[in-house]
């Protein structure tokens, strides 16, 4: 038996826990990208979808699901998303490298588009 294969396995998982805890900093909303959403939503208020003009469609996620939507955690699979406005788009600066914005159920949420893992929430921010 090889007596450094525990040691090499809890190396390689120190390593990817300080990969990953280093990803998680650098992928969150700047405080700019934050007042930048908040004030596009803030101009456009109320029930309507400013990317499509018309009230959002189907109810709220329930309870559970939507506590779910947190930082770290992944996107339920299957879970309605849209695309932000492209006028807001256009006003924020590129989304890091492997990551995408989207919103979910009032929210604004910044997700490594490979593991589907949540970084960054805007709590109601499209619809409060």
Same mark, same amino acid.
């Given at each position: 038996?090889?007596?450094?294969?525990?040691?090499?396995?809890?190396?390689?998982?120190?390593?990817?826990?300080?990969?990953?805890?280093?990803?998680?900093?650098?992928?969150?909303?700047?405080?700019?990208?934050?007042?930048?959403?908040?004030?596009?939503?803030?101009?456009?208020?109320?029930?309507?979808?400013?990317?499509?003009?018309?009230?959002?469609? #189907? $109810? =709220? *996620? /329930? @309870? !559970? +699901? &939507?506590?779910?939507?947190?930082? #770290? $955690? =992944? *996107? /339920? @699979? !299957? +879970? &309605?998303?849209?695309?932000?406005?492209?006028?807001?788009?256009?006003?924020?600066?590129?989304?890091?490298?492997?990551?995408?914005?989207?919103?979910?159920?009032?929210?604004?949420?910044?997700?490594?588009?490979?593991?589907?893992?949540?970084?960054?929430?805007?709590?109601?921010?499209?619809?409060?």
């Amino acid at each position: 038996m090889n007596s450094r294969a525990p040691i090499l396995a809890m190396m390689a998982a120190l390593l990817a826990a300080s990969v990953t805890s280093m990803a998680d900093t650098t992928a969150v909303f700047t405080k700019d990208e934050i007042a930048i959403i908040n004030g596009y939503y803030a101009q456009h208020p109320g029930d309507v979808d400013p990317a499509y003009g018309k009230k959002p469609k #189907g $109810k =709220p *996620l /329930p @309870p !559970g +699901i &939507a506590k779910n939507l947190a930082r #770290g $955690k =992944p *996107l /339920p @699979p !299957g +879970i &309605a998303r849209q695309q932000l406005p492209p006028d807001l788009v256009r006003q924020l600066p590129p989304v890091p490298s492997g990551y995408e914005r989207v919103v979910v159920d009032g929210r604004v949420l910044l997700v490594d588009i490979a593991t589907q893992i949540i970084h960054d929430v805007l709590m109601e921010a499209v619809y409060h």
